[in-house]
Structure formats: C-alpha cells, structure tokens
C-alpha cells in the first residue's frame, strides 16, 4: 500500500495541528485526511478527531461516543495488530462526511488481517479472552464495516448513516 | 484524562477505585500492576469499584477479563461496582455483564465476600 505523498492531491490543502499528528495533507470541505504514525498517541488523536467530526456532522451525543469508539478500535487495530508499531509503516484514516453518510476508513501497512481467524468473542469459550473483540465493537456500533485486508495492509471501512441504519443496510467482509 | 486509581481496605476486602479511562496503554497497566500488588500481600478479595470510569475501551474490557480471572486462579474473587452506563452497555453487549459479579451498594458489596 502505498499513500500518496503530501501535496499530490491537487485539491487538497494542508495544514497542521498537535504535535501527535504526524502529517495533515489534505483537506477539503467535507474530507480529511490524516497520516500517522504508529503510536498510542495516533490511537488517541484518531478517537479524538473522530469525535468532533461526527460532532461537526450532526450526530447525537451517543452516537458520536459509538463513532469514536469504533475509530478508536479500529486505529488500535491498525497500529498494534497491523503495522506492530513499526515506526517505518503509517496508519492512514480518512473521514468523508456526505449528506446521508459519514464514511471513516482506516488503512495500515501490515500483513493483511485474516477475517476468517476472528474468533466470535461471544462464544462460550472466548468470554474469557482477554482481547479479540475490537472488530466485534466496531460492528456492533457502526451501520456498515467493510474489511478489505491484502498483502500490504488491512483497509477497514465504517459507515455511519446519518439517519440511522438504511433499509438495506448490511455488513460486508472481504 | 487519564485513569487514576487508589485503594481502601473495607472488612477484609480491597476496594479498588477507580476513574478516568481504562484503555491500551497507561489506564491497562495502572490497573493491572494494582491487582498483582494486591494479590502478592494476600489480599484477594478484591472489589472495582467503577462509578468514576467514563470510557473504556476493547484493552480496558481485557484488562478486567484478564483481573478476574488471575484473582479466581489465585482462589480469591473480584467483584465490579458502581458501572457507569457507558461501561455497563458495554459488559452487556460483550456478554460479560453476566460474567463478573457486579454490585451497586457498596456496604452490601463488602458483605457479599464474605
């Protein structure tokens, strides 16, 4: 996986806040982007921005707890499963707010998550494992989770609609 | 904020309050490093109390598996009290909420052990 480097994007400005943030490079008016490194802090600053963009986007209070619960998950993912903090790999996370979603997508630049080996977390036998439920909250708090993993990283996918879950609202894995 | 945490010895039982944020890194250890000191001065009747815990997150809920059962394995119990809305919707849907022993009286709590 390769991330473009700063100021390709034409459209894009950067700018920079924190000194946890590693690189801002782009940003228009409804998406941002963010390219960190793979830190507790970027768990931390990811939770952080996703809750006030979600904010910013309109949802309610609880919901934007659930967001950036599910950002954070999936951030912890990428930075400690995917790219083992690995000073040399990045985690790149993308917010696009539409008019009927919030789309968060959270790259790393690891070996690829196999989705099959996720134990259910729920099962008798699991209850008592003491990690493991990460992607299990991300789904239970979000409208849609797509998992795209390859050989050069895992790309994680979430979807909050902005007016709840859409009819044919599903879940999908890859 | 970051988790802060002390403890109180109540009738033979250690309560252990806790607030803050039990999460990867600091919170997860905080916690940790107090039940093993708890347990290796014998006191094994230990009860988390939460009521000022306002987020935890998938490493935090680990942290407590991972509490309880060392104190179970050990032949002592760990018990949670006070859980907060937020941490309690999270037991529930983690189907852990049926796992620990969880109290909302803190006097009531301490007899329990007994």
């Not at chain 1, 790219?83 to 968060?104: H, M």
């Not at chain 2, 509490?67 to 009290?81: C, E, H, I, P, S």
């Amino acid at each position: 996986m390769r991330f473009p480097a700063r100021g390709n994007e034409d459209e894009w400005i950067g700018f920079g806040v924190g000194k946890f943030i590693h690189k801002i490079f782009a940003m228009t008016k409804q998406r941002v982007s963010y390219t960190l490194d793979s830190t507790l802090e970027t768990v931390d600053n990811a939770e952080q921005t996703a809750t006030r963009i979600a904010a910013e986007a309109g949802f309610e209070e609880d919901e934007v707890m659930r967001i950036s619960m599910a950002v954070r998950e999936a951030a912890i993912n990428a930075v400690f499963h995917g790219n083992a903090y690995d000073p040399g790999k990045k985690v790149r996370l993308d917010f696009e707010s539409t008019a009927r979603d919030l789309v968060i997508t959270i790259s790393d630049q690891g070996k690829g998550i196999d989705v099959s080996k996720i134990p259910d977390p729920l099962a008798p036998e699991n209850l008592l494992k003491t990690s493991g439920r990460g992607i299990f909250l991300i789904r239970s708090f979000m409208d849609e989770v797509q998992i795209h993993p390859s050989h050069s990283g895992t790309e994680i996918k979430l979807i909050k609609h902005v007016h709840g879950p859409a009819v044919d609202g599903k879940e999908a894995s890859q | 904020m970051s988790m802060k945490i002390s403890n109180r010895q109540v009738d033979g039982v250690s309560i252990v309050d806790c607030s803050g944020r039990i999460t990867l890194g600091e919170g997860s250890v905080t916690l940790r490093d107090t039940v093993r000191e708890l347990l290796s001065k014998g006191r094994k009747k230990i009860l988390l109390n939460l009521g000022e815990v306002n987020y935890i997150d998938s490493s935090g809920i680990g942290e407590l598996v991972s509490a309880f059962t060392t104190v179970r394995n050990q032949g002592g119990d760990l018990k949670l009290l006070n859980l907060t809305k937020k941490v309690h919707d999270l037991l529930q849907i983690t189907k852990l909420y049926t796992v620990f022993d969880v109290k909302d009286d803190e006097a009531a709590a301490v007899k329990s052990f007994n």
